[in-house]
């Protein structure tokens, strides 16, 4: 009965300063005073937390406000510099590498395209490896400050692997149109990258990764359900329901561009025919663009594909649009609207987001054109009730969105450190540095 006292009380205390931290991360600077009607917690309970806290280097002042008649309030904050984040992106043409303090201000990143080798595992695990030690030597880091690694890559995770070497079950990988198959990622990651054994990984889906960043501090702020799709090479999409620090919310992978679009239709790299991905996806819009005779270098990648696509379609004022390259498009928007109509249709989102890098390309051309298909597929009542908008963190989200999976957990545990053999576990989750960041993507 004792311990079980024992741990009662601990968890009593790491809820609270879970509490604290959470609110303080998304709804900061506070005062003291401000925090008890926020988190339920007495001014007693408030006053050892944030004391706790600012011993460990995880709290610090952000200024003082005048009170009615009473004594100036000092406002707190998430201290920046009380750990380090890395996100990674394993994108369809690149893998990027970012390290972040805990505002999310990025402090140092590093690429390696994939151009020419594609998702050779050995080859991503390398990348990997050298790009974490490049970011922490490049921003003069401390790994030992490192609150975790968080990756993003495409494909169904599965969270149950294989048992490692420290007796740990890491994530696996399956990635179909990759060619990955039940790759144990994780446990080939933590072999290889040069960080201390408590540093956890955390790996997800990508799509999943930059829902969270639209959720946490994009176009997805303040909506109780939304949608959001990834665009790139290939195509995916995540469904969030509930606010951020909703102890129910949930958010839900999806392998939205292998739904059909078209029966008996393309080929997709999937192996099945008919997918979203074979229509909307860059490969597939640089195999149709050459296909249709579009002047294409025989090495043109997919991002010069698509630059060169849009460009033939949409010249400027001097220019002839290209009929065969605006007809592929209008096919694209009513693939893309009629697959967004079945999110609307499933999950009656209030908001869909477009994100992904050639979404971002795609979307400011084509949105007009695919909200109107989505509303011609989609239930009128529950398009009615959706709006479809760009995302607004721009081409690295899903790194952003990888490091917020480490945060979640330092977060969700009361800004407790990691201990040794930490697994990548993403927890059920619960800055104005990452809307600056981002200025420009914001519509």
């Known amino acids: 009965m004792a311990e079980r006292n024992r741990r009662t ?3 009593l205390r790491r809820g609270n300063r879970a509490r604290v931290l959470q609110r303080l991360y998304f709804d900061g600077p506070l005062s003291r005073q401000e925090l008890g009607p926020v988190t339920g917690l007495s001014s007693g309970s408030i006053s050892n937390v944030v004391t706790e806290l600012a011993a460990e280097g995880l709290l610090e002042e952000a200024g003082v406000v005048d009170s009615d008649g009473g004594r100036p309030r000092t406002l707190l904050r998430v201290a920046p510099d009380g750990g380090l984040l890395v996100g990674i992106d394993i994108g369809e043409t690149r893998v990027r590498v970012e390290l972040f303090d805990l505002s999310l201000t990025e402090l140092a990143r590093t690429e390696r395209l994939l151009a020419q080798h594609g998702y050779d595992v050995e080859r991503i695990v390398a990348h990997v490896r050298t790009g974490v030690a490049d970011v922490l030597r490049d921003a003069g880091a401390d790994p030992r400050r490192l609150l975790g690694i968080g990756i993003g890559v495409p494909g169904i995770i ?5 048992e490692g070497p420290d007796g740990t079950r890491g994530a696996v990988v399956h990635g179909q149109t990759i060619g990955w198959r039940a790759v144990p990622f994780e446990q080939l990651l933590r072999e290889a ?9 955390f790996i997800d889906n990508g799509a999943k990764t930059l829902g969270q960043a639209e ?4 176009g997805g702020r303040g909506a109780g359900a939304a949608a959001i799709a990834l665009i790139g090479s290939g195509v995916g999409a995540c469904v969030d329901h509930g606010d951020i620090l909703d102890e129910d919310r949930t958010s839900l992978a999806l392998e939205w561009g292998h739904t059909t679009v078209q029966l008996r239709g393309r080929r997709c790299r999937c192996g099945s025919i008919g997918c979203l991905e074979a229509y909307a996806g860059a490969e597939a819009l640089r195999e149709r663009w050459r296909e249709a005779g579009g002047p294409l270098p025989e090495d043109a990648d997919d991002e010069t594909a698509l630059a ?3 460009a033939a379609a949409y010249p400027g004022r001097r220019g002839t649009p290209d009929p065969v390259a605006l007809a592929l498009l209008d096919e694209t928007a009513e693939c893309l609207g009629a697959a967004l109509a079945d999110l609307v249709n499933l999950f009656l989102p209030e908001r869909i987001l477009i994100g992904g890098w050639a979404g971002l390309l795609l979307g400011p051309r ?6 109107r298909y989505a509303n011609e597929y989609a239930l009128s009542h529950a398009a009615a009730r959706t709006t479809i908008e760009m995302g607004r963190l721009g081409p690295d989200a899903v ?3 990888a490091a917020t999976l480490p945060l979640a957990d330092f977060l969700t ?3 407790s450190r990691p201990e040794a053999g930490g697994s990548g576990t993403p927890p059920r989750t619960a800055v104005e540095a990452v809307r600056e960041r981002h200025r420009t993507w914001v519509t």
């Open 9 to 11: 009380v601990r968890d």
């Open 158 to 162: 599965e969270r149950d692997g294989p």
């Open 193 to 201: 990258v040069d960080v201390p054994p408590e540093v956890p990984l």
């Open 215 to 218: 959720m946490w501090f994009g």
């Open 308 to 310: 060169a696509l849009l």
């Open 366 to 371: 084509l949105l007009p054109e695919i909200r």
């Open 399 to 401: 790194t952003v969105g």
């Open 413 to 415: 545990r009361g800004g």
